[in-house]
């Protein structure tokens, strides 16, 4: 807020206080009040009297001429804050005094020197430290810029015109120097107030108009209103900016400033028009051209030097402005290419380097422009990955050690013959050069960043040599011996190994290619990973270093990431656990590392152990606990030992490998006869217990101590000393009297009590406190700590209670009932997996209730209403996770409270139970809340007694027909209670009521409801809920065979008017009812199984081919003549669920709708909606199926769906949306066949 007059003038009286003794001759009293005013400008509420700001400005800019250097240091820190917080005009005047400084030309050489110095750094410091964050900021920004510019373009002109930028030396060139420096920067912070157009307040990267003479397009689509767009220099002066920068980078005659004002012209092609982009890509290639082809006399240093910072320029703008420089790379890829192939002679490494750079932000910022040219990059860079004149551009050997073992099985034949170690062209014996000079390093990192840019951006193009490219990179790997390169190297292949990985959905021929080398990739990341350097490499300068080791274990954890089985066979994992256990012994408590390593590098030291762990825990996750196994024994002792390392992240690797390696120890322990490794769990777990007990260690480490004790003590519990296990038991327990740690231990011992490997004896010493401290837990605020609470306690109440014939006793009666009371509270639809948790405790109490009675007591009274309340909420039960395991949990609690057969819990009780609840939350009308009160009925009737599904039946039957319309809430909840029971009726249920009589009497409610009067006073719901039910009876078993022909016959109308609403209606209804019967039939949705493992449900049987083939025909043969929109939706789901279960037989027909009548006929075009639409749900229904094979064939058939039959333009619209939407669909589903073109080139 702007302060008051009142403040402003104490603020001014303050200020004008600290000026006086600005003045002082001693340095310390002027040191002292500049650090006083600073102090004031930096307040947010600085404002000061208009004479008093300019006293304030004089001073500071005098100021930095101080000649004392802290003084000056702390007037540079006072600009920001005094240009934030000072009036526009006097903006300027700050400029305009920075500016003077930077343009000094009278004085002593020192004194000129001092005062350009201090402009520049006075101009660079406000730059960079301006922000646009506001409107009034915006104003700010363009008010320095169009100051600052005009001025520096104008010294930056002179000194061009003069030809003093030609010189080497001069006062005239170093003027321009400094100018171009600030330039420079402006333009990188705020570029957009450089290029001629308005800039959206407070967005400095948004232009809202370019003038003509920008040339071009806008780079922004939208068009705030004028009020809010800043003006920054006008578009003269931006071309005219532009022009001097290209003049000066043709005719300086010092490199270092060409440079900078190619980066200066690419900060500013960030924000600026096509024109602009244009002409930049078109001055360089012309100066490119010349330096090639028309001055012949140039030497290869001056054509370095000329065409350099030209083809720095390419890259730069291509990186600043992304894919808006595409159509201006095509064009100048080829002289940049040339130009890479020509600067071969010795010299010329930096500019091979730079076009190679060039290259590879061509990749990176707009592959598609150059995708033609992507071969001949990826050839030209595997050549130049061994450009080596040193010691010779090729060779054989490098990938042996000195016992002749091959890290390379597939080396080429020829380069295996080659006589000389090193190649035949030069001899290590007869180079005396020591390559102190030699720059050809930088060619070979070139050339891997350019391999790296397109395995990110174009991975399909490394196809053709991917093989020789990883040879390539693995020859490197061992021959290399510029550590920065060696680097790149690395980089290179963890990209390429990162491109074609499995997880990453690369491309099939990319997986099984990487599938083919990943042997060799591994044995090589594990010689390089260690110290170990053959005695010909050291001849030639090739030494292993912490950060070669770190690069090598990123390549092996990329490598177990991506290729499923690559450390499999051939023992490639066990020379890499060797690898990995050599590694964490040599640099255990900064040990030497090896040779060439520096030993006092702590860090670099501490980064390949994390790196080392890192890839130990990943390795142990992604490979079969079976392969893992055998090697424990090499790699246990030091990853253990690690455990105890005083650097955290050190420490928290190891835990986490040995947490995720506790598979393998089972796997182990189980086959160790000698009780070996029983020995090294004991101590793992001791390591454990220690370091729960230690108050000092970080939080990360104590998180992951946390975890791995959960994971010993539930899978190794059995093969530790007992001693030992019941100590770190104790310690978890513990860990939840702790704030920060409670999360955690209430995690582990949640998977300790759900585990059937804990030791028994450790889990019954702590399951009665645990239990306590758990149950406080539930009422509090903390929600995953309430539902890490709810997980644990839930194990616990499923291990039993004590009672006279419960073996499994671990908590009291009092205390279950205690646990099942407060874990009512979190039975609430904002959190359905503690909901599930908590309704799936109760179960277990109540299927215990002889046992445990005043736990089943409150089940019956607490639980119980908090889930009458949850079946009554509107929210949806649908779709997959927590909801899914809600709406079972829902199942069984109410199914296990009637077989408890506790006072007023029978199934008709809790049927009425939930009827009124729903009626009076007022959500009967909800389909959901019908569907979870039918459900819960259902489970409550197949619990009861075996003719309960029968005659509950039966009951809401006669009920329907007796109401009339007088209570339709209460009908609706009937019929979609009547759905679930057709589901699950069977034989058993023929005594109590004759499926006969009961048939005609429900069917003749179903009609009732169907009924277009009936309907309309008891509203639309009531047709869907009786649909609901008559396709619940269709799915189930016992009455398939007769309302499947009842409800084929609704289809086709039952020979009644087509036209007629009553007809339509009952169609519609038909058809709904046909959509629950293929949902239903055959679906896998049993409840929650007891505990000893039987189910309560059974899936509906699935749909034979007969009744699919009935289906089918009834479905296609109304699709034919539906006129209604709504009703062609529900016809293609359920033709695209039939053909998820059946793509090869229903697939081919609907291509034939498709491709079947005439185009210009309007209801031809509905069919091919129909069938299009059809595919679309076809993909979703067999993603949701899991069913690998049934994915494949309907991602075989589906590029017809969206080929040229459904997107010619003389295609139907409603056709071209409906292909478009199955495209939707696969592309989010099955993005491979998208982008598979053989695939897609099959249909055009």
């Not at 410091?125 to 920004?141: D, F, G, R, Y």
């Not at 616990?796 to 009512?824: H, K």
């Not at 005439?1158 to 059809?1174: I, P, T, Y």
Request: hydrophobic share 40%.
């Amino acid at each position: 807020q702007t302060p008051g007059p009142a403040a402003a003038m104490a603020q001014s009286s303050t200020l004008a206080a600290i000026l006086e003794k600005v003045s002082s001759n001693d340095k310390d009293f002027r040191y002292m009040a500049t650090s006083d005013l600073l102090h004031e400008l930096t307040k947010d509420s600085f404002r000061a009297a208009p004479d008093v700001e300019k006293k304030v400005i004089q001073v500071v800019l005098k100021q930095l001429d101080d000649q004392s250097g802290d003084v000056s240091t702390l007037a540079v820190r006072c600009l920001p804050p005094l240009i934030s917080g000072c009036s526009l005009p006097n903006v300027k005047s700050v400029i305009d005094g920075l500016l003077e400084r930077l343009c000094c030309v009278d004085g002593k050489d020192a004194e000129i020197r001092a005062k350009r110095d201090a402009g520049v750094i006075g101009l660079k410091t406000v730059i960079e430290n301006v922000t646009c964050a506001s409107h009034q900021k915006s104003e700010l920004t363009a008010q320095i810029v169009t100051t600052l510019v005009p001025r520096l373009l104008t010294k930056l002109t002179d000194a061009i015109a003069s030809g003093e930028v030609e010189k080497d030396t001069g006062v005239g060139g170093d003027l321009a120097g400094d100018a171009l420096d600030v330039l420079t920067l402006t333009a990188a912070r705020h570029g957009a107030y450089m290029t001629g157009g308005a800039v959206s307040a407070g967005s400095e990267g948004s232009i809202i108009n370019n003038d003509a003479t920008n040339g071009g397009t806008s780079t922004s689509t939208t068009t705030p209103s004028s009020a809010c767009a800043i003006k920054g220099v006008s578009p003269e002066t931006a071309l005219a900016l532009e022009r001097a920068l290209l003049e000066y980078l043709a005719r300086s005659g010092r490199q270092g400033t060409r440079k900078r004002a190619a980066a200066c012209l690419a900060s500013l092609g960030a924000s600026s028009s096509d024109g602009f982009l244009s002409r930049c890509a078109l001055a360089a290639r012309s100066a490119i051209d010349r330096a090639l082809d028309g001055d012949t006399n140039l030497t290869a240093s001056q054509r370095d030097e000329l065409v350099g910072p030209y083809a720095s320029l390419l890259g730069a703008v291509a990186h600043a402005s992304g894919s808006r420089f595409g159509a201006f790379a095509s064009k100048s890829f080829p002289r940049i290419f040339a130009l890479t192939e020509r600067a071969h002679e010795e010299g010329s490494e930096t500019l091979r380097e730079t076009c190679l750079r060039t290259i590879e932000r061509f990749v990176l910022s707009c592959p598609g422009s150059i995708t033609e040219q992507l071969p001949i990059v990826v050839a030209t860079s595997l050549a130049l990955m061994t450009h080596d004149p040193l010691y010779g551009d090729d060779g054989g050997g490098e990938n042996s050690d000195d016992d002749g073992n091959n890290y390379n099985s597939a080396m080429d034949d020829d380069e295996e013959k080659n006589g000389s170690e090193y190649g035949s062209e030069y001899d290590a014996s007869e180079y005396s050069d020591d390559g102190d000079d030699d720059q050809s390093w930088k060619v070979r990192r070139g050339a891997a960043r350019v391999l790296a840019a397109v395995a990110t951006k174009a991975p399909l193009s490394l196809e053709p040599q991917f093989v020789a490219i990883v040879k390539k990179l693995l020859k490197r790997g061992f021959r290399e011996r510029d550590e920065q390169c060696r680097l790149e190297v690395f980089g290179a292949l963890e990209t390429i190994l990162r491109a074609s990985s499995a997880k990453r959905h690369a491309p099939a021929a990319l997986q099984s290619l990487v599938s083919s080398v990943s042997r060799d990739i591994g044995l090589a990341a594990a010689k390089w990973s260690t110290d170990s350097v053959s005695k010909k490499d050291k001849e030639f300068g090739v030494k292993s270093s912490l950060k070669i080791r770190t690069a090598a274990f990123h390549v092996l954890t990329e490598l177990a990431v991506g290729v499923p089985n690559a450390l499999s066979g051939d023992n490639v994992f066990g020379t890499v656990c060797a690898s990995l256990a050599s590694t964490l012994i040599a640099t255990d408590g900064n040990t030497n590392v090896g040779a060439g390593a520096n030993t006092q590098d702590a860090a670099g030291t501490s980064e390949v152990r994390v790196a080392a762990l890192f890839f130990a825990r990943v390795a142990a996750e992604t490979a079969n606990p079976t392969e893992t196994s055998p090697h424990l024994s090499v790699i246990a002792s030091p990853l253990v030992h690690a455990m105890s390392d005083r650097y955290y992240k050190t420490a928290a690797e190891a835990v986490r490998a040995i947490e995720a390696l506790v598979p393998a120890f089972v796997s182990a322990c189980e086959q160790d006869a000698d009780k070996t490794y029983a020995q090294i769990v004991t101590a793992l777990a001791a390591t454990l217990t220690l370091l729960l007990s230690e108050l000092d260690r970080d939080v990360e480490v104590k998180t992951a101590s946390l975890a791995c004790a959960g994971a010993v003590c539930a899978s190794l519990g059995k093969f530790s000393q007992e001693k030992e296990i019941q100590s770190l038991m104790e310690g978890l327990c513990d860990k939840l009297g702790n704030e920060t740690s409670r999360v955690q231990a209430a995690k582990a011992l949640a998977s300790v009590f759900a585990s059937a490997g804990a030791n028994e004896s450790a889990v019954a010493l702590v399951a009665p406190k645990s239990a306590e401290t758990l149950v406080t837990f539930l009422r509090k605020a903390d929600r995953a700590l309430r539902h890490c609470s709810l997980d644990a306690l839930l194990a616990l109440v499923r291990l039993g209670s004590p009672a006279s014939g419960d073996s499994g006793a671990l908590l009291d009666d009092a205390l279950v009932a205690q646990i099942v009371e407060n874990s009512a509270a979190c039975v609430v639809d904002a959190e359905p997996a503690a909901a599930a948790a908590a309704l799936s405790a109760a179960s277990a109490a109540l299927r215990r209730s002889e046992f445990s009675p005043l736990a089943a007591e409150a089940a019956r009274v607490h639980t119980l209403t908090a889930a009458l309340a949850l079946c009554a909420s509107a929210r949806s039960r649908r779709g997959g996770g927590s909801q899914q395991s809600l709406r079972h949990a829902l199942r069984s609690f109410f199914g296990d409270l009637v077989e408890a057969q506790l006072d007023g819990a029978s199934h008709a009780e809790v049927r009425e139970a939930l009827f009124s609840k729903a009626e009076a939350s007022g959500t009967a009308n909800s389909r959901d809340v019908g569907v979870a009160v039918g459900e819960c009925v259902a489970s409550a009737c197949l619990a009861a007694n075996a003719g309960a599904i029968a005659s509950t039946s039966k009951t809401l039957v006669d009920d329907f027909l007796a109401d009339g319309t007088s209570n339709p809430t209460r009908q609706k909840l009937a019929m979609y209670c009547l759905g679930e029971l057709g589901k699950v009726g069977d034989d058993a249920d023929d005594t109590v009521v004759s499926p006969d009589e009961f048939s005609d009497t429900f069917e003749k409610a179903v009609r009732a409801a169907f009924d277009a009067h009936h309907a309309s006073l008891s509203g639309d719901g009531l047709t869907s809920a009786a649909a609901y039910a008559l396709g619940g009876f269709c799915a189930g078993a016992l009455y398939r065979e007769r309302f499947l022909a009842v409800t084929l016959g609704g289809l086709d109308g039952d020979g009644a008017d087509e036209a007629s609403a009553d007809s339509q209606r009952s169609r519609y209804a038909f058809l709904l009812a046909t959509r629950v019967l293929i949902e239903s039939a055959g679906e896998v949705d049993s409840f929650f199984p007891d505990d000893d493992g039987t189910e309560r449900k059974k899936s509906c049987p699935p749909l034979t081919d007969s009744d699919a083939q009935a289906i089918i025909a009834g479905l296609r043969l109304r699709a034919e003549t539906e006129t209604e929109e709504g009703a062609r939706v529900v016809l293609a789901e359920c033709l695209g669920r039939l053909a998820a279960t059946r793509p090869d037989a229903l697939l081919p027909e609907l291509e034939a709708d498709v491709r079947s009548g005439s185009e210009n006929s309007r209801m031809d075009s509905k069919q091919k909606v129909v069938a299009v639409l059809a595919a679309k749900h076809a993909v979703l229904a067999v993603l949701s199926s899991g069913n690998a094979g049934l994915i494949t064939q309907v991602a075989d058939r589906l590029p017809f769906f969206v080929g040229k039959e459904t997107l010619q333009p003389a295609s139907p619209a409603e056709v071209r949306i409906a292909a478009m939407r199955v495209l939707s669909a696969a592309a989010h589903g099955l993005p491979s066949i998208v982008v598979d073109k053989k695939k897609l080139d099959r249909n055009g």
